[in-house]
Each structure stands twice: as structure tokens, then as C-alpha cells.
């Protein structure tokens, strides 16, 4: 098996988002889900059991114990044991391959939020003093 790869801790929703356009299996989404679901909103830490995640999904704590290594082999968990052995998570989505260019402004654009703005984003004619 290769080695993990390194995720950035992510939010439940931005997490779901990312398990659901991912190519893991469908178990494997399953166990990313039920592990989100516990997860806090700030840090994505959770700390389920895996008789906790074996009853939100239905399946065996095998089952839950491969499909999270996978997860964790493709950027999407981090797990770390605990002095009790029990396991706690951090919900990660892969880092992406390359990052969006960013495009500097040339100083003629409008001012956001101001008038010539606003006209601009709609297609408003600059308006004219009628006497």
C-alpha cells in the first residue's frame, strides 16, 4: 500500500461535499459520512467509537477499520491512536494539484460596490440628464 497522503482538516459540510465528488467506494463514503457526522465543526476532530460508526452504518468494526485505512490512504482521514487505544479522526480533503491562479488587478477597473460598479455587473447605461 503506498504511503497516506496528507490531507487539510476540513468542516462537515465542505467534507461531504468532497466525500461525495471523490472515486472512494461507496462503503468507504459511508464510514467518511457517519465519521463527519461526529466530527467537530471547527477543528473536524472526532472521536467515535467503532461501535459508535458500526451502529450509524450497519456494518461490522472490520469493515469500518479497512475502509477507514483507504480513506486515510487517499487524503481523506487522519487517525491517531489514543493512550486507551481507542482512534480519533480528523475529517481531511486531499490537497488539490495545483492552485488557482490569481490574476492581479490592472488598477482601471471599477471600485466594488460603487456605482460605475454596479452598472458594469448589469448592463446599465450610464444614465443621462434629460432638461
Given amino acids: 500500500m503506498k504511503a497516506p497522503i496528507r490531507g487539510i482538516p476540513s468542516r462537515p459540510l465542505q467534507y461531504a461535499k468532497a466525500i461525495s465528488n471523490s472515486d472512494l467506494p461507496t462503503t468507504t463514503r459511508t464510514v467518511c459520512w457517519a465519521i463527519a457526522s461526529f466530527a467537530n465543526n471547527t477543528t473536524g476532530q472526532a472521536y467515535p467509537s467503532l461501535r459508535a460508526l458500526s451502529k450509524a452504518t450497519g456494518l461490522s468494526t472490520a ?3 479497512k475502509h477507514t485505512i483507504l480513506a486515510e490512504s487517499q487524503g481523506y482521514l487522519l487517525k ?9 479522526y480528523v475529517i481531511t480533503t486531499p490537497p488539490s494539484g495545483e492552485p488557482e ?3 492581479m488587478a490592472t488598477g482601471d477597473e471599477p471600485e466594488v460596490h460603487s456605482d460605475a460598479w454596479f452598472r458594469k455587473l448589469y448592463g446599465l447605461d450610464e444614465p ?3 432638461p
Fill in 80 to 88: 491517531h491512536q489514543r493512550f486507551n487505544n481507542s482512534i480519533w
Fill in 101 to 103: 491562479p490569481v490574476t
Fill in 63 to 65: 469493515t469500518i477499520s
Fill in 128 to 130: 443621462t440628464l434629460d
